[in-house]
């Protein structure tokens, strides 16, 4: 299928990308994760999923967007490998079939998220297509088994994430954050990143460092200045000994006006956090112009997790 044959999509879904407000990490686990202690923020870039139905057995893919050459249209793309899953789940796999289609906006490799907003959109859209009735806790549990991110791309909004990140309560947030995404031209692989971690880190606690408590009470008070001053990232020092380039766009931001600047995730995006919308606009403007990164662009967050759109 083309992507252009997307306008006969029966079910549409829409699920956002995410920020590590805090990401702190411990050890490696007997299961090869590591423990995290970590405040998401969802934020309005978003992969948009389209599902049609398809002959039982038939799970189609095909991805549009900018960035759409370096996502996999076949099998191995989450969105697919998340359709299959719950087929499976739900009286097996030749039960069900589909034609999914995916919008990136999310830049792919980023560090936020974008294969998980793809896989748990998957789920969200085709339990909806195939009238599976599937609670939240069951959804995010099939999420847990695709990735460590995808139950809160279900979630969305903000929350506290321990164990791989996929234990989550949700945090009580206050307002609008207004974010500048710088978008390097690199890639970095989030198992490198967190390879590198280890390797600078040898000695690692298994627990990891707790995430700031004046973290979670300037969210509480939507005092986003607080929120600045809070944000702490432990993978940054691993993706800048891989890309020691980003540290002068870092540095670049927090120049232009930006209350603070974090690598997001296992990188390479760069979150910028302004004091207000028109701060913003005028950062996402200066950074454009510096030629650091291949794109620059805004986001707010929170916003809702992965839910049908009309
Ligand atoms: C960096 C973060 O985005 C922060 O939210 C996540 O920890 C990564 O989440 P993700 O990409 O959904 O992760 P997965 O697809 O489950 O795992 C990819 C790889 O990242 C590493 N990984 C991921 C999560 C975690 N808690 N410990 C890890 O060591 C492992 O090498 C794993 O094989
Ligand atoms: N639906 C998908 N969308 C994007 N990437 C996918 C998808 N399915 C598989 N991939 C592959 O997964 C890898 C990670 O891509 P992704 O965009 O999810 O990275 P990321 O945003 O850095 O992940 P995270 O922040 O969750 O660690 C890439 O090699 C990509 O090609």
Redesign the pocket.
């Known amino acids: 299928m083309s992507a252009s044959e997307a306008i006969t999509d029966r079910v549409k879904v829409r699920a956002p990308g995410?920020v590590?407000l805090a990401?702190r990490?411990g050890g490696?686990r007997p299961d090869?994760?590591?423990?995290?202690a970590?405040v998401?923020q969802a934020l309005s870039l978003f992969d948009d999923l389209g599902a049609r139905p398809a002959p039982a057995g038939h799970y189609g893919i095909a991805v549009a967007g900018d960035q759409a050459h370096l996502v996999p249209a076949d099998g191995s793309n989450l969105a697919v490998r998340a359709a299959r899953l719950l087929a499976a789940r739900h009286g097996g796999e030749q039960q069900f079939g589909v034609e999914l289609v995916i919008r990136k906006t999310i830049p792919v490799t980023g560090?936020m998220?974008g294969?998980?907003a793809n896989a748990a959109a998957a789920l969200v859209a085709c339990a909806a297509l195939w009238g599976i009735d599937i609670n939240p806790d069951e959804l995010r549990e099939l999420g847990a088994e695709?990735?460590?991110?995808?139950p809160?791309c279900l979630l969305g909004s903000t929350a506290l994430?321990h164990?791989?990140?996929d234990d989550l309560v949700p945090v009580l947030s206050r307002g609008g954050y207004h974010w500048v995404l710088a978008l390097p031209d690199v890639e970095l692989s989030?198992?490198a990143?967190?390879?590198r971690f280890d390797e600078l880190n040898p000695d690692a606690d298994p627990t990891p460092p707790p995430v700031p408590p004046a973290l979670l009470e300037g969210l509480a008070s939507g005092d986003v200045r607080r929120v600045a001053d809070n944000l702490v990232n432990d993978?940054e020092p691993a993706a800048l000994s891989l890309h020691p380039h980003l540290g002068e766009l870092l540095d670049a931001g927090r120049e232009a006006g930006a209350l603070a600047g974090i690598v997001s995730?296992?990188g390479p995006t760069c979150a910028f956090l302004a004091p207000h919308e028109d701060a913003a606009v005028r950062l996402s403007g200066t950074l454009s112009g510096l030629g650091l990164c291949r794109t620059v662009r805004r986001a707010s967050g929170p916003v809702p997790g992965a839910r049908q759109v009309a």
Request: aromatic content about 12%; proline content about 3%.
């Open positions: 995410k590590n990401l990490v490696v090869g994760y590591h423990s995290l970590t998401f560090g998220a294969g998980s695709l990735g460590a991110d995808v809160f994430g164990g791989r990140g989030t198992p990143v967190f390879r993978l995730g296992s």
